[in-house]
Nanobody, 126 residues
Framework: VQLQASGGGLVQAGACLRLSCVVFGRSFRGYALGWFRQAPGKEREFVSA????????FYADSVKGRFTISRDNAKNVMYLEMNSLKPEDTAVYYC????????????????????WGQGTLVTVSS
């Protein structure tokens, strides 16, 4: 099982980016997926998560209203649309897959995720 995140880059404040996370090796249609990020010198933190069917999504307060999570189960892909980027959004962004099947609400805690991608770097300049 492998998760591959991509789409990061260097942008100016106010710009937009779309991150993608492709899952290889098995289908995660029945599992929630999430995004986390780790800024330089800081702990990894929750960003957003989407339920297995896409009906439910959670966001960290710091990104609410600017980021949108979605998934395409037919393609085994998850996205994170990031708008109005700020310098404080600079971090390595990781995608992850839930360890539990058909969880009602997508989890927000790291230990609830069993599979992790390698991360993609987002740098927002002021």
């Amino acid at each position: 099982v492998q998760l591959q995140a991509s789409g990061g880059g260097l942008v100016q404040a106010g710009a937009c980016l779309r991150l993608s996370c492709v899952v290889f090796g098995r289908s995660f249609r029945g599992y929630a997926l999430g995004w986390f990020r780790q800024a330089p010198g800081k702990e990894r933190e929750f960003v957003s998560a989407v339920s297995w069917n896409g009906d439910s999504a959670f966001y960290a307060d710091s990104v609410k209203g600017r980021f949108t999570i979605s998934r395409d189960n037919a393609k085994n892909v998850m996205y994170l649309e990031m708008n109005s980027l700020k310098p404080e959004d600079t971090a390595v962004y990781y995608c992850a897959a839930d360890r539990s099947f058909h969880r009602v609400s997508p989890p927000t805690l790291q230990f609830e995720y069993a599979y992790w991608g390698q991360g993609t770097l987002v740098t927002v300049s002021s």
